[in-house]
T-cell receptor, first 117, second 114 residues
Framework: GAVVSQHPSWVICKSGTSVKIECRSL??????MFWYRQFPKQSLMLMAT?????????EQGVEKDKFLINHASLTLSTLTVTSAHPEDSSFYIC?????????????FGPGTRLTVT | GDSVTQMEGPVTLSEEAFLTINCTYT??????LFWYVQYPGEGLQLLLK?????DKGSNKGFEATYRKETTSFHLEKGSVQVSDSAVYFC?????????????FGAGTRLAVHP
């Protein structure tokens, strides 16, 4: 099946710094990529949807100036957490979908655990 | 708003035991329902789906039936294996959030012992 990778798988950063997470579709072109956030024992919460070459669409309550999403190519999307604070510590998961695919036809990355100290 | 509730884990079973993971949903309209599985170190994978009431999704020995009257989509397997140890997520799409979004439950960790 289709493979989506994320890098890094685990990152620790100091409060006030920025950290970038990459999401790559390895064997297909991802017209749309999704970024989710998961707190311990809670659901995956959709943060934003990005289409290649367009600005991301953020879910209500997600600060777009804090969580910068770039989807510059059909195989790469990045999430940058700017001026990170301890409350941004979480598990971030991306998924990718080819064009004209349905919502459930998303392929998920393994996730990135961010710890802000 | 739309939501999915699934039983808390972890669920610990012996090999060949019967598995049930409960999932109920709240949604407007007629959502499609899904089960995803996440094996250690891997991304979520679609396990099975059902797109309308009374549909039964099945895959790899797992089954779930879309019950509109009880708004449920419980996951079952008759005889689990150690290799089934993973986190299972119930999800829906096509309700008020539209078909472009998936709404997930919190996940249930399953541990199967030999």
């Amino acid at each position: 099946g289709a493979v989506v990778s994320q890098h890094p798988s685990w990152v620790i950063c100091k409060s006030g710094t920025s950290v970038k997470i990459e999401c790559r579709s390895l064997d297909f072109q991802a017209t749309t990529m999704f970024w989710y956030r998961q707190f311990p024992k809670q659901s995956l919460m959709l943060m934003a949807t990005s289409n290649e070459g367009s600005k991301a669409t953020y879910e209500q309550g997600v600060e777009k100036d804090k969580f910068l999403i770039n989807h510059a190519s059909l195989t790469l999307s990045t999430l940058t957490v700017t001026s990170a604070h301890p409350e941004d510590s979480s598990f971030y998961i991306c998924s990718a979908r080819a064009s004209a695919a349905r919502a459930y036809e998303q392929y998920f990355g393994p996730g990135t655990r961010l710890t802000v100290t | 708003g739309d939501s999915v509730t699934q039983m808390e884990g972890p669920v610990t079973l012996s090999e060949e035991a019967f598995l049930t993971i409960n999932c109920t949903y709240t949604a407007t309209g007629y959502p499609s329902l899904f089960w995803y599985v996440q094996y250690p170190g891997e991304g979520l994978q679609l396990l099975l789906k059902a797109t309308k009431a009374d549909d039964k999704g099945s895959n790899k020995g797992f089954e779930a039936t879309y019950r509109k009257e009880t708004t449920s989509f419980h996951l079952e397997k008759g005889s689990v294996q150690v290799s089934d140890s993973a986190v299972y997520f119930c999800a829906l799409s096509g309700a008020s959030g539209g078909y472009n979004k998936l709404i997930f439950g919190a996940g249930t960790r399953l541990a199967v012992h030999p």
